[in-house]
């Protein structure tokens, strides 16, 4: 099983003509996903074509562009939406997708402002619509889709599930993970706020048959990685291995996310660690060193 996604998810692109959203779009149908509508009410009734393989056939993808998010939704049946469109105006954006009934919305803009991801965030929540990000690499369950802008081609289908908040350290997770393979990659982006947690992600991965362990990625400042240490305690049968950025962070800097500031002795890596370590997770110091503690365990699972 997957988390969230699967082979047969149907993705919008919002904002399918952009510089951005043409070379991810290109990218997700290499690696199968099922795009099956673009958005931008500029470009209404267009087509715009992709290469189905990197290599080999000539043949392509057509997607239609649509003037809005419901119309794309109502001609092809579409529950998941992608969002490639400048922060000014990603609110409207995703505001739109949660009224037309798209299920899932990932936000992969970066630079969004707080106040409107508090609003969108909010609005997703009451009408049940799961929203990924903002500032995110997306969700990919390998073999079978990808949304976002993770590569396809680190790791194939396997029995890890990943949380992150950051995008690089997903990649290099899957990386020195690739032997083992993942069910689902998450990456739940940087920001102070997002539309999905740590613990929703690990809630998903504790239901799925098919995740045999765990493994998170936090970072320095807020407290949802203390909150994640007492979720898995009273909840999670399942081996989670985490790790912590930002060990040597100073204190008040901002480190790369708008999310990851630590003040005064809480918030701190070594802080986070201690609280997991507490409720049974084991935490590396180096993304290296966890996977190494991922691959102990998983010699003890055999």
């Known amino acids: 099983m997957t988390v969230f996604l699967n082979e047969k998810s149907r993705v919008i692109v919002q904002g ?3 510089k951005q959203g043409y070379e991810h779009t290109q990218k997700m149908v290499y690696s199968g996903t099922n795009i099956v509508a673009g958005v931008n009410p500029r470009k209404a009734g267009s087509v715009v074509d992709f290469q189905k393989s990197e290599v080999g056939s000539q043949e392509k993808v057509q997607v239609k562009v649509f003037g ?18 400048p922060p000014l105006y990603t609110k409207s954006a995703v505001i739109e997708a949660i009224e037309a009934g798209v299920e899932l ?3 992969i803009t970066e630079g969004v402002p707080v106040h409107d991801s508090i609003e969108f965030c909010a609005l997703a929540k009451e009408k049940g619509v799961r929203i990924i990000g903002p500032n995110c690499p997306g969700i990919i369950s390998p073999g079978k889709s990808n949304v976002g802008i993770t590569p396809a081609d680190i790791t194939g289908e396997g029995c890890l599930g990943l949380v992150s908040k950051s995008g690089t350290l997903t990649y290099q997770l899957m990386n020195e ?6 069910t689902t990659c998450v990456g739940i982006g940087g920001d102070p706020v997002n539309g999905t947690s740590h ?27 203390e909150r994640v240490a007492e979720y898995v305690k009273e909840h999670v049968t399942k081996p989670v291995v985490a790790y912590i950025a930002g060990f040597t962070a100073p204190e008040g800097k901002t480190m790369g996310h708008a999310g990851a500031i630590i003040s005064g002795s809480s918030g701190t890596a070594q802080s986070k660690a201690d609280a997991l370590n507490r409720c049974g997770v084991r935490v590396g110091k180096t993304p290296t060193q966890t996977a190494e503690i991922v691959k102990e365990i998983m010699a003890e699972l055999a």
């Open 16 to 18: 399918i003509t952009g």
């Open 199 to 225: 613990i929703d992600v690990i809630e998903g991965f504790e239901k799925d048959p098919d995740t045999k362990l765990i493994v998170m990625i936090g970072e320095i400042g807020g407290d949802a990685e």
């Open 68 to 85: 809005t998010v419901l119309e794309a939704k109502e001609e092809t049946n579409a529950n998941v939406s992608v969002v490639f469109v």
């Open 177 to 182: 993970l690739s032997d083992f393979g993942f």
């Open 105 to 107: 919305i990932v936000v």
